[in-house]
């Protein structure tokens, strides 16, 4: 099972922007070629919402409609981390964020991936 550490959370206002990383086992990505690597969201009381995803080899992403034109995602080979580049942020988007992770696909759905980081608290203010 591959380890998976999220940080980068935080507190901060409406309109403001957040850097989350999610960080897997040393040798993930060698060990395992079409690894991909998804970030998914919950607020207290709703289910868990898929937010965006990527291949770490390809580089394709997919992204939310709630997110698009505001987050990206992108992978920091030399770091062997992915990174969700949170901007002009909402306080709908107030959750913790979990990354996860999974083989050759591109998927939305939480039971899709078999690799769950501990989450990040991401609050957003008014």
């Known amino acids: 099972q591959v380890q998976l550490v999220e940080s980068g959370g935080g507190l901060v206002q409406a309109g403001d922007s957040l850097r989350l990383s999610c960080d897997p086992s040393?040798?993930?990505?060698?060990?395992?070629?079409?690894?991909?690597v998804g970030w998914f969201r919950q607020a207290p009381g709703k289910e868990r919402q898929f937010v965006a995803a990527i291949t770490w080899r390809g580089g394709s992403t997919l992204f939310a409609d709630s997110v698009k034109g505001r987050f990206t995602i992108s992978t920091e080979h030399a770091k062997n981390m992915v990174v969700l580049q949170m901007n002009s942020l909402k306080p709908e988007d107030t959750a913790i964020y979990y990354c996860a992770g999974r083989l050759y696909g591109l998927r939305t759905i939480p039971s899709d991936y078999s690799d769950w980081g501990q989450g990040t608290q991401v609050t957003v203010s008014s």
């Open positions: 040393p040798g993930t990505f060698n060990t395992f070629t079409n690894y991909v």
